[in-house]
């Protein structure tokens, strides 16, 4: 179990990220032609039929290796044409789900998501070969990677390896599958989207194999009237489930892989575009997507071909899968830490006004041994300063006043890992 007190454990996941094992993984996804989510079902050498099942068997054979240690099925439903300018003709969005159930904590999910589905120049042309290398061969094939490796432990809550389809038709399948997990009553930690991973060559010029962006909402769309207001007087405008999800990863990540440049994005996706972690956060669950720092517009949503001495497409060459390697030992370390870690506080209030001290007070977390305090600059993107008070569950900090920072709360079990920080959500009142 990753529950030694040493965490050298994560950096050998970082080591046995294998970018070889990535590369014949995209490429054999890029082989079945299409894997437009309207493609061929049928046939065991294209499409998206063919490509849904050997991922299906690509999990089946991981689990072989670890007692059978994954669930894995489909999660499917049924898109119609009506009302849906993108979809071709009716069919079933078919998701590859497999499930690494925790010991502890077996409702508790942390999920990383890669695309199956790939597209042509013309969404609604199912029939074009759409290679699909970098978007997203490049973000199953990591999913599948972090599969292999994290397999060999056992983690305290549920990790959940995620193929989905019909992204570019809609977002069908995360819309789908967040349905299906609120349907279930899960108790979604984090929702991981990687899509494109595996490019360093931006169409800006910059070549980078570092730099990588964590976008997150500032907020969730489900937040009610009374945390409207609270946020109006109290702040937390930038410090919803999801901002707080991409902190965790800037921090794990600056920790354990010092070399990489995680930049937080502060919006949902793209400017204008959307991601699969939207249909999650729609549901109030926290989520981010994982992607490259510099894009190439000349190899996205393109038909492979050469046009005015620039070649389009996105094809298996343009894949750096060292650097996708890189981008899933990101994924896999920050997996692997929140699933080692205990649950975070649900209640944390917050008082000191017209005082020179920041009072703070949480619930009892069961399986914390301890709990730390942060707080930054109201305009800082970082947890800047933190100081761990102990087993208790209300501590104030004496010098320091409410009115120039913001602050949260993490729990800490016995092996040391930490909760992701939570902002305050109650007032404490004279």
């Known amino acids: 179990m990753l529950s030694a007190q040493n965490h050298q454990q994560i950096y050998n996941i ?33 499409g998206i039929g063919a490509a849904r099942r050997w ?6 054979s991981i689990s072989n290796t670890c007692n059978s240690c994954l669930k894995v099925f489909y999660q499917k439903d049924f898109v119609t044409k009506e009302g849906n300018p993108r979809v071709p003709h009716d069919a079933w969005v078919v998701n590859v789900v497999a499930i690494q159930k925790g010991t502890k904590y077996p ?17 609604m042309d199912f029939t074009t070969d759409a290679p699909g290398a970098n978007d997203n061969a490049s973000g199953m094939a990591g ?23 019909g992204e570019e038709q809609g977002l069908f399948g ?31 010029g910059v070549i980078d194999n570092r730099s990588f962006r964590i976008f997150s909402e500032p907020v969730p769309p489900t937040e009610t009237e009374r945390e409207r207001k609270m946020r109006r007087f109290y ?84 894949v750096n899968f060292d650097y996708t390697k890189k981008l899933t030992a990101v994924n896999a370390i920050n997996l692997a830490s929140l699933a080692s870690s205990a649950p975070a506080p649900t209640t944390v209030a917050i008082g000191g006004i017209v005082e020179a001290a920041a009072k703070l007070k949480w619930n009892t977390v069961k399986g914390a041994v301890g709990y730390k305090i942060y707080w930054r600059d109201t305009t ?16 104030t900090l004496n010098g320091i006043v409410i009115d120039n920072y913001y602050f949260g709360v993490a729990s800490i079990n016995k092996n040391g890992f930490e909760s992701p920080v939570v902002f305050p959500n109650a007032i404490i009142k004279k």
């Open 235 to 318: 702040g937390g405008e930038v410090d919803g489930v999801s901002r707080q999800l991409a902190r965790y990863i800037y921090k794990t990540t600056k920790t354990y892989m010092p070399e990489m440049n995680p930049i937080m994005i502060y919006r949902l996706d793209r400017f204008g575009r959307g991601g699969h972690h939207r249909p999650f956060n729609d549901l109030g669950f926290a989520g981010i997507r994982i992607m490259e720092a510099h894009e190439n517009y000349t190899q996205q949503h393109q038909d492979v071909r050469t046009e005015n001495g620039i070649e389009y497409g996105d094809t298996f060459e343009h």
């Open 143 to 165: 999913t599948i990677e972090a599969a292999r490796v994290l397999s060999q432990y056992q983690f305290e809550s549920s990790i959940v390896y995620l193929g989905l389809s």
């Open 55 to 60: 991922i299906k068997n690509e999990f089946n």
């Open 14 to 46: 970082v080591d046995a990220i294998s970018a070889d094992r990535i590369q014949q993984d995209v490429k054999t996804l890029t082989e079945f032609g299409t894997r437009n989510t309207f493609s061929d079902t049928i046939s065991n050498t294209r």
């Open 380 to 395: 800082s993107p970082t947890w800047d300063y933190s100081r761990s008070v102990g087993n208790v569950t209300e501590f």
């Open 107 to 123: 409702n508790r999910y942390i999920i990383m998501t890669g695309d199956i589905d790939s597209r042509a120049s013309n969404t």
């Open 174 to 204: 995360g819309a789908g599958f967040a349905a299906y997990a609120k349907a279930n009553n899960w108790d979604i930690i984090g929702v991981f989207n990687n899509d494109m991973i595996g490019n360093i060559e931006g169409v800006d």
